[in-house]
Protein backbone atom coordinates (compact mmCIF):
# COMPACT_ATOMS: atom_id res chain seq x y z
CA UNK A 1 0.00 0.00 0.00
CA UNK A 2 1.35 3.60 -1.37
CA UNK A 3 1.76 6.42 1.59
CA UNK A 4 -1.66 7.85 0.24
CA UNK A 5 -3.05 5.14 0.40
CA UNK A 6 -2.43 4.40 3.93
CA UNK A 7 -3.22 8.17 4.87
CA UNK A 8 -6.52 7.37 3.13
CA UNK A 9 -7.32 4.03 5.39
CA UNK A 10 -6.18 5.96 8.26
CA UNK A 11 -8.71 8.74 7.73
CA UNK A 12 -11.70 5.92 7.17
CA UNK A 13 -10.91 4.02 10.05
CA UNK A 14 -10.17 7.32 12.49
CA UNK A 15 -13.96 8.30 11.10
CA UNK A 16 -15.65 4.86 12.35
CA UNK A 17 -13.61 4.00 14.93
CA UNK A 18 -15.47 7.22 16.98
CA UNK A 19 -18.37 6.99 14.72
CA UNK A 20 -19.36 3.45 16.34
CA UNK A 21 -19.07 5.09 19.91
CA UNK A 22 -23.13 6.15 19.39
CA UNK A 23 -26.11 4.94 18.44
CA UNK A 24 -26.05 5.43 14.13
CA UNK A 25 -22.91 3.76 13.62
CA UNK A 26 -22.00 5.85 10.48
CA UNK A 27 -22.29 9.28 11.55
CA UNK A 28 -20.61 11.38 13.95
CA UNK A 29 -22.48 12.86 17.21
CA UNK A 30 -21.27 16.22 18.30
CA UNK A 31 -20.33 14.17 21.04
CA UNK A 32 -18.32 11.74 19.28
CA UNK A 33 -16.65 14.90 16.95
CA UNK A 34 -16.05 16.37 20.02
CA UNK A 35 -14.02 13.60 21.13
CA UNK A 36 -12.18 13.14 17.76
CA UNK A 37 -11.05 16.62 18.01
CA UNK A 38 -10.17 16.50 21.46
CA UNK A 39 -8.10 13.00 20.70
CA UNK A 40 -7.18 13.69 16.88
CA UNK A 41 -6.58 16.93 16.46
CA UNK A 42 -5.64 18.01 20.16
CA UNK A 43 -3.32 21.26 18.83
CA UNK A 44 -6.34 22.54 16.25
CA UNK A 45 -8.85 23.08 19.02
CA UNK A 46 -6.55 24.57 21.51
CA UNK A 47 -6.35 27.06 18.95
CA UNK A 48 -9.48 27.53 18.71
CA UNK A 49 -11.14 30.58 20.78
CA UNK A 50 -14.73 30.05 20.59
CA UNK A 51 -15.64 27.41 23.04
CA UNK A 52 -18.57 26.48 20.53
CA UNK A 53 -15.93 25.19 17.70
CA UNK A 54 -17.43 21.70 17.50
CA UNK A 55 -21.07 23.05 17.36
CA UNK A 56 -19.48 25.86 14.64
CA UNK A 57 -18.38 22.83 12.68
CA UNK A 58 -21.14 20.55 12.56
CA UNK A 59 -23.81 23.86 11.94
CA UNK A 60 -21.26 24.25 8.67
CA UNK A 61 -20.66 20.96 7.53
CA UNK A 62 -24.41 18.96 8.31
CA UNK A 63 -25.40 19.15 5.14
CA UNK A 64 -28.92 17.10 5.53
CA UNK A 65 -29.42 19.26 9.12
CA UNK A 66 -29.63 16.04 10.88
CA UNK A 67 -27.43 17.29 13.36
CA UNK A 68 -24.52 14.68 12.83
CA UNK A 69 -21.66 14.35 10.31
CA UNK A 70 -21.39 11.24 7.85
CA UNK A 71 -18.04 10.60 6.59
CA UNK A 72 -18.87 12.64 2.69
CA UNK A 73 -19.37 15.90 5.47
CA UNK A 74 -16.68 15.34 7.68
CA UNK A 75 -13.83 15.11 4.82
CA UNK A 76 -14.31 18.96 3.74
CA UNK A 77 -13.56 19.27 7.74
CA UNK A 78 -10.25 17.27 7.13
CA UNK A 79 -9.41 18.62 4.16
CA UNK A 80 -9.82 22.10 5.30
CA UNK A 81 -7.63 21.62 7.65
CA UNK A 82 -4.86 20.01 5.73
CA UNK A 83 -5.15 22.94 3.34
CA UNK A 84 -4.22 24.90 6.15
CA UNK A 85 -1.62 23.21 7.73
CA UNK A 86 0.20 23.23 3.67
CA UNK A 87 -0.04 26.28 3.64
CA UNK A 88 1.33 26.96 6.54
CA UNK A 89 3.85 24.53 5.63
CA UNK A 90 4.99 26.07 2.74
CA UNK A 91 5.42 29.34 4.09
CA UNK A 92 7.49 27.90 6.99
CA UNK A 93 9.52 26.41 4.14
CA UNK A 94 9.95 29.33 1.65
CA UNK A 95 11.43 31.47 4.69
CA UNK A 96 14.25 28.92 5.28
CA UNK A 97 14.82 28.68 1.70
CA UNK A 98 15.31 32.73 1.85
CA UNK A 99 17.50 32.51 4.48
Do not use: W
Not at 14 to 42: C, D, M, Q, W
Not at 67 to 85: K, R, S
Amino acid sequence: MTELEKSMESLITVFHRYAKEGGNKTTLSKKELKKLIETELPNFLKTQKNPDTVELIIKDLDQNKDDELDFEEFVPFVAGLTIACEKHYALHHDKKGKK
